[in-house]
Structure formats: C-alpha cells, structure tokens
C-alpha cells in the first residue's frame, strides 16, 4: 500500500485536511456576494440627480420624476431582491437642508432606517448636481462653509453609515453648470467653470473632514466621470488637448496632484487665487479613498475634423480611460457608474464592463467594486435633463413599473459567477480577520 493509499484510507480523499476553507483547492470566487470585508463591492444605485434648469425656476428631482419617493421601500427590496449588498443612494440635499443649522429628515430618516433593517451598505452621496435654493447656486463662495455643516450632520443623525461620496462627478457638475449653460447659473464661461469646480471641490473636502471628525474610518468613493475626446486631426487643436487635461482637473485639486502649467495658468486666469492653489496643494482628505470612476460609451467622444462631436461609445473603453487616472493617482479604484440607454444591448456592456474591470485586476491594480447606475429607469437623460419631455431611458435594472429588464437577469448571473471574489486576488491576505482564509483564483 502506498502512501496515498493510507492516506485516503485514513482521511477519505486524500486531500489536505482543512480545505473546505481554502488551501490547495480554494474557493473559486462563485455564489452571491458575502460581504466580507476583502470581498468585492457589487452594487447598484438610485439616480438621484436634482438640478434646476431655466434660470433655477424648475427643479429636475430624479428621486421623484422616477417614483422613488412613492416606491422607496419597493425599491430598496428590489436591491436585496438582486443579491446585492451595496447601495450608491443620494438624500435629496436640496430638500433636506432648509437653511443654516435647519434640516427636514423625514424622508431621510425613514428610508435610512430601512437601509439599515435590510442590512444594506450605503454608499451615501451627500451631493448630486444641485444645491438648496437658498443656497443659489455653485458660484456661491459660501458653499463650502454650509456643505461641511450638512454633512456634520448626515454624519451624525445616521453614526452607522461608513460610505460616501460627498460630492458626485464634482468635474462634470461644474462643466455643465458653468461652461456648457445647462444646469443651475446656466453659465457658459471658463470663469464660470473653474468658480463651480473650486468650490465643490472645496466643499467635498470640507464635508469629508466633517465626516472624518465623527467617522475616523470613513470610505470616501469619490465617484467622477472618466472622459477622452478622440480628434481625428493630423494637427490636434490647443481646445482638445487642453479638454483632455481639464478632465483631471477635479481629482487634482482633490488629491493635491499638481496640474501642468498650461492647467494651471488656465485656473489662474479664471479665478483661483495662488493662496486657494496652496490650500489645496496641501494633501488628501482623510479617511480611506477610493477613485471612483464612472464610464458611459457617451463619455468618450471623436471630434471629426470638421469640428462635429460624436459618441464613439467605447473605442478605449473604462480599461484604458481609468489606467490613466491610476496611473496619476495610485489610488484603489471602483467602476462607479455605467449604463446604456438601449434595453437590448445593456446584457452585453455589462459583461463588456466587467471584462475591463477583471483585467485591471489581473494587472495588479486594486479595484474594489463595479456599479449598475441605476436600479431604474431615467428620464430625460438624452438631453441632460436640460428639456422636459419625460423621455424614458431604459438603462436600468428594472423600468418604472420595477419590472426587471434583460440586464438584471445578466447582472445576477454575473453575482453567481463572481460574488464572491476578492477586492484583488488572494485579498483575504491584505486583511487578517477571525474569519478562515478562503484563497480565491485569479479571475
């Protein structure tokens, strides 16, 4: 008899004892998320997007144009209904915050107590494109100073909460609020734009420090737009290439990167002191800092060279976009955002969008979630909410009526095959708990 012989004879199948926890066979990553603490975050969201439009006389509110605050409590058992445990969800700030020191948290206080009775992890986005009409609008040097107070007290009117992302696509609120014309002061300058971006950037950083003062191991996701324009000229335009260096330009100032010079001169021509710049140069904001960054195919655009602006959908894709902010950054990353607004094709760009999201892994870079924004349907998207047509967009998991569409069944699919991974392969080393290590394969 030999060796392997007496061993099956002694412990059955002849394998290591112990590797129903891990070991030489490990745990192939499968089964719905767990929510372990090195586990990846899968996650959805609520669009909750609140703007005004035409002069700051009509506020799109998605919460309520969508159903939300009728159906808040379908909605929410729609997420566990998923099998997910991660939830980007956006208190309506314009609402809530009535003035100085004046809050309203009816709505707030009940959808947060069943966030918590369903055991759902917030990541609570304190601020979605618009501010409290009292507040006006971005170009406001007081924001700041009335943000940090609201979220001091988010903070601590719900001390469970860990998530946040103070500020959303600070860039792209700026951009659209202060150059494009569209949203809030509707302004179309450079001033404008770097005025809006000054001070939401500053504004996130404020709460961030409010937060932290109460939450020392607050999970700042700082979900921002990932964005490239494609110029199909043998000559690129100074316009473009500086665009493509404005897209940073919200991160920098947030994680104390230094901008180029031509960045720089732009701001400085455009309304921020040398003693802001210092300010802001000074370091990260505390906590734990994850880069969000958020990819949708009408992110990245190809400028024909008669100067017409096209979607080109993913020539690059979220892979190489978001390479290049880690890259400049180091930061861990999530995919924090992705849709489509065509039913039938949302399958596929799932599957796609994890595709990318499995190869930065293997590439070594820390990703630590992937989002499907949102468990609804959207309206009036196609125009950026700048027309009112209450124009459906199916990019969600569900439409309005919470019936699932195509995507949903594919994204649950996607949580059997991988919920169980880790935030990078073997993740359980990078953080020792009381539970059995369970080593994952590299997928």
């Known amino acids: 008899m030999d060796f392997l012989q007496h061993i099956k004879k002694r412990f059955g199948d002849g394998e290591y004892d112990g590797d129903q926890f891990g070991g030489s066979s490990g745990h192939n990553g499968n089964g719905l998320p767990d929510g372990n603490p090195s586990s990846f975050m899968f996650a959805t969201g609520i669009e909750c997007s609140y703007p005004t439009i035409k002069n700051g006389k009509v506020r799109r509110d998605q919460l309520r144009e969508c159903g939300h605050y009728d159906r808040w409590k379908e909605d929410l058992h729609l997420v566990r209904e998923m099998g997910l445990k991660v939830l980007r969800y956006g208190l309506p700030y314009y609402s809530i915050h009535e003035g100085p020191g004046k809050f309203n948290w009816e709505f707030a206080d009940v959808v947060m107590a069943e966030i918590k009775r369903l055991k759902i992890t917030p990541i609570l986005d304190l601020m979605h494109f618009g501010v409290p009409d009292w507040i006006g609008n971005f170009q406001n040097p007081e924001l700041p100073v009335h943000f940090a107070d609201y979220c001091r007290a988010v903070a601590e009117r719900y001390p469970w909460v860990r998530y946040y992302t103070p500020v959303n696509e600070i860039y792209v609120t700026a951009r659209i609020s202060g150059r494009d014309g569209v949203w809030n002061e509707q302004l179309k300058t450079d001033k404008g734009f770097i005025m809006a971006l000054k001070h939401c950037t500053a504004a996130s950083i404020m709460g961030n420090q409010q937060i932290a003062s109460l939450r020392p191991d607050c999970v700042i ?129 799932l599957w796609k969008q994890w ?10 870079v820390p990703v630590l979630g992937f989002t499907w924004y949102s468990l609804i349907d959207q309206i009036d998207w196609d125009t950026q909410l700048s027309e009112q047509n209450n124009r459906v967009q199916p990019c969600g998991l569900y439409d309005l009526d919470r019936k699932p569409r195509p995507v949903a069944q594919a994204y649950k699919d996607l949580l059997k095959e991988f919920g169980q991974i880790t935030i990078v392969p073997y993740g359980e080393m990078l953080e020792m708990t009381d539970q059995p290590a369970r080593l994952k394969t590299q997928v």
């Open 221 to 349: 996701v700082q979900s921002e737009s990932a964005e490239y324009t494609h110029e199909l000229c043998a000559t690129p335009s100074p316009q473009t290439a500086l665009e493509n260096e404005l897209r940073f330009l919200s991160l920098d100032l947030l994680y104390a990167r230094a901008p180029s010079a031509t960045v720089l001169m732009y701001m400085m021509d455009n309304g921020l002191t040398r003693a802001e710049y210092d300010w802001f140069m000074k370091g990260k904001p505390p906590g734990y800092q994850i880069m969000g960054n958020d990819y949708y195919g009408r992110n990245e655009r190809i400028k024909l060279p008669d100067g017409s602006m096209h979607h080109s959908m993913d020539v690059m894709g979220w892979y190489q976009i978001t390479k290049e902010y880690y890259d400049r950054y180091h930061m861990p990353v999530m995919h924090t955002e992705t849709n489509v607004f065509e039913a039938e094709h949302a399958p596929m760009w």
């Open 355 to 364: 595709i990318n999201v499995m190869q930065m892994r293997r590439d070594g």
